[in-house]
Antibody, heavy 117, light 110 residues
């Protein structure tokens, strides 16, 4: 079955960096576009970033553009989110999400990132 | 910047019917936005309910249906049950690789 497992979350100081990883299994990872979606505590879902199946295209939400970088390694069935210049408002659960066509069909359990001094 | 709008909260009686909507701050929602709907209960990741406006995901009861109503996407729940109490999110594809979530609707069944 499809599994998406995030890791790399934790506490980081404002201005710091962190890399989230997502291990995919149970499907042909290299054939699917992937996303990161986040949810701040007590708040709604926010789309963060998208990467094409082959890594050729990457898109970002306005709130993270220029600070976050999405990447993937199809040989390892992994996707990543490199987060720089972190702010308090980046505190959230970050979900690794698979795109099927034009909708999100599988979600990971999420990784909590806390930005605090 | 385009904002996707949802009712912040809604209440429905057990067995009742409720329609949640998903609109745009400017313009109308059409099938070209590929609206999809997600249900989230506390502490859990979202669960996919509806894709492509009106296609139910596997395992989703037919009490849940999607449509376009007027200038908005809509999620209708008929015969509401206590287990339907959750947050519901829509998301629209804006083109150019950009997706935007609505703010979510907190549904109470009482």
């Amino acid at each position: 079955q499809v599994q998406l497992v995030e890791s790399g979350g934790g506490v980081v100081q404002p201005g710091g960096s962190l890399r989230l990883s997502c291990a995919a299994s149970g499907f042909n990872f290299g054939s699917y576009d992937m996303h990161w979606v986040r949810q701040a505590p007590g708040k709604g879902l926010e789309w963060v970033a998208f990467i094409r199946y082959d890594g050729s295209k990457k898109y970002y939400g306005d709130s993270v553009k220029g600070r976050f970088t999405i990447s993937r390694d199809n040989s390892k069935n992994m996707q990543y989110l490199h987060m720089n210049s972190l702010r308090a408002e980046d505190t959230a659960v970050y979900y690794c999400v698979r795109l099927k066509g034009y909708y999100f069909d599988h979600w990971g359990q999420g990784a909590l990132v806390t930005v605090s001094s | 910047q385009t904002v996707v709008t949802q009712e912040p909260s809604f209440s429905v009686s057990p067995g009742g019917t409720v329609t949640l909507t998903c609109g745009l701050s400017s313009g109308s929602v059409s099938t070209s936005y590929f609206p999809s709907w997600y249900q989230q209960t506390p502490g859990q990741p979202p669960r996919t309910l509806i894709s492509y406006t009106d296609t139910r995901s596997s395992g989703v009861p037919d009490r849940f249906s999607g449509s376009i109503l007027g200038n908005k996407a809509a999620l209708t729940i008929t015969g509401a049950q206590a287990g339907d109490e959750a947050d519901y999110y829509c998301v629209l594809y804006m083109g150019s690789g950009i997706w935007v979530f609505g703010g979510g609707t907190k549904l109470t069944v009482l």
